[in-house]
């Protein structure tokens, strides 16, 4: 299985960027989508994430201004950001807990796509 993360790039302060992942590979059901960031300097933290293609969970510094979402049909989901602020600034990675088959579950990472806000 492979994550394919896309979509960073320089906003400025207020600006709104949106992150894609798209997975591919021996796929019998995703359970849960995530996007971690990490910052300079600093660990990988949850952003956001859907589990089972329901609940969603944010980072208290995110809430109300980015959005996660998914397209099943595609095996891909999403990272809208919105209200951008320079603590934003890092590397985005996607995550996903995959079933390759009804037994197995697996985790994944994509390789990480950067994201720059400028002030």
């Known amino acids: 299985v492979q994550l394919q993360a896309s979509g960073g790039g320089l906003v400025h302060s207020g600006g709104s960027l949106k992150l894609s992942c798209a997975a591919s590979?021996?796929?019998?059901?995703?359970?849960?989508m995530a996007w971690y960031r990490q910052g300079p300097g600093t660990e990988r933290d949850l952003v956001a994430q859907?589990?089972?293609?329901?609940?969603?969970n944010y980072a208290d510094s995110v809430k109300g201004r980015f959005l996660i979402s998914r397209d099943a049909a595609k095996n891909s989901w999403y990272l809208q950001m919105n209200n951008m602020k320079p603590g934003d600034t890092g590397v985005y990675f996607c995550?996903?807990?995959?079933?390759?088959?009804?037994?197995?579950?697996?985790?994944?990472w994509g390789q990480g796509t950067q994201v720059t806000v400028s002030s």
């Open positions: 995550n996903a807990a995959v079933r390759v088959d009804r037994n197995y579950q697996y985790e994944f």
């Open positions: 590979g021996r796929i019998f059901s995703i359970d849960e």
């Open positions: 859907i589990i089972n293609g329901g609940p969603t």
